[in-house]
């Protein structure tokens, strides 16, 4: 199994649990993701439960540098983006990770074929 949890795995998880046919659960999670990507590109946030808040904020502009040329300044405009804020349940489980084991096994970079 891959280091990040893909959609798939979620369907076979809940495959797993419920003994729902799979095209119905991947419906039902791609419903679910398609009504909170709605919300969030209509400005509103979304909030589960324990698990977080993902909020729509304004960021502000910016001058940014290319690396590649330093002298040279580049405006960033102002634009919004989604903030992930977690929950108090998710916080507890998050505080109980192993951060020596994280640090060992440091996540893969993400790759143009993860964007699910």
Known sequence: MSTNLTKREIVLEIYE??????KQIQDTVQMTLDI???AL????????RNFGV?????R???VGRNPNKPETEVIIPERAVVKFKSGKILKQKIKQLSIEK???SPPPPASAESAE
């Open 17 to 22: 649990k419920t003994g729902f046919p799979q």
């Open 36 to 38: 909170v990507m709605e």
């Open 41 to 48: 590109a209509a400005g509103r946030n979304v909030e589960l």
């Open 54 to 58: 993902l909020e729509v904020q304004v």
């Open 60 to 62: 502000k502009a910016r």
């Open 102 to 104: 994280l640090k060992a």
